[in-house]
């Protein structure tokens, strides 16, 4: 097995591990138990077990920010709806494809020791810009209400972290396409000018 491809399932196997046991109740004695090799090979690649998460969040981050592409907006108003449509679906898709980081992230990990709080800080801190942005080229479009970015960015984030987090608990909840589209239509129907939100029948 390659090098990339022994670190890739290592970090595969942590995360098995960890969403199954949680991160302070597994070791890396489990770890190196789930993905068949010798103490000494984990250690060629990572120092210590907050490595290996760090490792699995860098790349979660990663993973979401290749999946939003900056919107269009020569493309008017269904234009850009249909391009956050597809944002949202490309997101929820790999996070739904994803379980157990999902698990992990939402439902292992908060609140656990200051080290790990100021990691998730700066991850939805990363991922809170990327809305502002977002919600700075809409009112620059005149697409959307007068509002502050911040507190708005806070509660679209958590409204969808709370959707996921019922996913991630193994809440019964419709399928992705109903998901996406009760998304868009709740933040459409909070955000957009009136006007732009009626034309679009959201």
Do not use: W
Request: glycine residues 6%; neutral net charge; contains cysteine.
């Amino acid at each position: 097995m390659r090098r990339a491809e022994r670190r890739a399932h290592l970090l595969e196997c942590a995360l098995t591990v960890f969403a199954k046991k949680g991160y302070h109740t597994a070791t890396i004695a489990d770890i190196i138990r789930d993905a068949g090799v010798a103490r000494g090979t984990f250690y060629l690649y990572f120092e210590s077990k907050r490595m290996v998460f760090d490792q699995l969040l860098g790349d979660l981050f990663a993973a979401l920010a290749s999946r939003v592409r900056r919107i269009d907006p020569s493309r008017g108003p269904t234009g850009v709806v249909a391009q956050m449509e597809s944002n949202v679906d490309e997101v929820l898709d790999y996070l739904l494809e994803n379980r157990p980081m999902l698990r992990l992230l939402l439902a292992e990990a908060v609140g656990l020791d200051p080290g790990f709080d100021q990691k998730l800080s700066e991850f939805y801190g990363r991922l809170l810009v990327l809305i502002e942005s977002a919600l700075e080229q809409g009112l620059e479009m005149k697409l959307l209400r007068k509002l502050d970015k911040q507190i708005t960015s806070l509660c679209i984030l958590g409204s969808i972290k709370e959707v996921l987090y019922q996913v991630a608990m193994g809440s019964q909840l419709p399928e992705r396409p109903k998901i996406v589209d009760e998304i868009l239509r709740y933040n459409v129907r909070a955000l957009f000018v009136p006007e732009v939100a009626d034309q679009l029948k959201m």
